[in-house]
């Protein structure tokens, strides 16, 4: 099992920029497929970015050429850099872990964006 710890979220002007990370808890991390996904009110849940255990990324069409996440397996660490916010970014992120099926998720950190 691998806990998940967000940070980074706030509230930002349209066109700034922020960066989120999370925290696994354990140093076999480096063997989980990892993604970013993000809910805002009233919407369902939405995959934004992964990034393998090899390190191969895939990305939502609404952030390809905004966000781009980044892996740090000697610090257990994923991060999301989001650049070029737009109010329709705001939501909450969620940080997801996977292995061999087994999905494990964060608590969650609030991006908002103001116009």
Request: glycine letters at 12%; one cysteine or more.
């Amino acid at each position: 099992q691998v806990q998940l710890v967000e940070s980074g979220g706030g509230l930002v002007q349209a066109g700034g920029s922020l960066r989120l990370s999370c925290a696994a808890s354990r140093s076999a991390f480096r063997l989980y497929n990892t993604g970013w996904y993000r809910q805002a009110p009233g919407k369902q849940r939405e995959l934004v970015a992964t990034i393998t255990s090899g390190g191969s990324t895939n990305y939502a069409d609404s952030v390809k050429g905004r966000f781009t996440t980044t892996r740090d397996n000697a610090k257990n660490m994923v991060y999301l850099q989001m650049n070029s916010l737009k109010p329709e970014d705001t939501a909450v992120y969620y940080c997801n872990a996977d292995r061999f099926g087994f999905q494990y998720w964060g608590q969650g950190t609030q991006v908002t964006v103001s116009s």
